[in-house]
């Protein structure tokens, strides 16, 4: 399984499918969105635990998400039982909680780096100062830190981005998942540039009614994610 080639627009049209998606269905998929959210939070509210729980889980719940966004892109009825489909299938429960702890790992590395690299260096400032001191920040120290964690952190996350789909709705093992999605990302960089840049717009509005609009953000940008997905690996 290859990924194919699309155009930078397909970024833009991609969110044009997911609208279509989820007015055929708009009330199960935001019930299913206020579902995911309230279990991550209540999860994240565990002491010790609970916040590496709603990590390892939510590969799990997406993949569940992305599995009835392929139901209804085929015209079969979405229910919301939908979300809890990974758990019935051992295997590939497996997988998606493997994912999870793939990306706790990979969380923990980029953190590892930031502290060895930005941590040293406001360190080191404050050792010679004897304050921390704001100014540290733009230091070429610090900016080349922050500019590796940031390329470090584009590589997992295109790593990562169609992972939970292609072990989801492909049946591909976890660790090959992230090799595909890897170069699906670097052929496609165009259009996952724009899907970034409009998500970063509707996130911006989405926080503007109290937060509200993340209800709605939430099943857009899986199913969108789903039409991505279908686009370049079908």
């Not at 579902?35 to 889980?57: D, E």
């Not at 295109?158 to 170069?183: N, Q, T």
């Not at 998500?199 to 991505?228: D, F, N, R």
């Amino acid at each position: 399984m290859e990924a194919g080639n699309v155009k930078a627009s397909a970024g833009y049209r991609w969110y044009g499918c997911a609208w279509q998606l989820f007015t055929r269905a708009w009330g199960v998929w935001l019930v299913m969105a206020l579902i995911l959210v309230a279990i991550m939070v209540v999860l994240s509210l565990v002491p010790l635990v609970g916040s590496l729980a709603a990590s390892l889980l939510l590969p799990v719940f997406s993949g569940g998400f992305l599995l009835a966004a392929g139901a209804g892109a085929q015209g079969q009825a979405v229910v919301t039982g939908m979300l809890f489909r990974p758990f019935q299938d051992s295997g590939l429960l497996q997988s998606l909680l493997l994912l999870g702890m793939l990306e706790v790992v990979a969380q923990l590395a980029l953190g590892v780096v930031a502290m060895l690299t930005l941590g040293s260096q406001v360190m080191s400032g404050a050792m010679m100062t004897g304050e921390l001191d704001p100014q540290l920040a733009l230091t070429p120290g610090i900016l080349a830190g922050l500019l590796l964690v940031a390329l470090l952190g584009v590589l997992v996350t295109m790593a990562f981005i169609y992972a939970v789909p292609l072990v989801a709705l492909a049946g591909v093992a976890p660790v090959e998942a992230l090799k595909l999605s890897y170069r699906a990302c670097w052929r496609n960089m165009g259009a996952l540039l724009v899907f970034g840049l409009i998500y970063l717009v509707l996130g911006i509005l989405a926080l503007l009614p109290m937060g509200l609009g993340l209800i709605l953000l939430i099943p857009i940008t899986l199913l969108a994610l789903y039409c991505s997905y279908d686009e370049i690996f079908r």
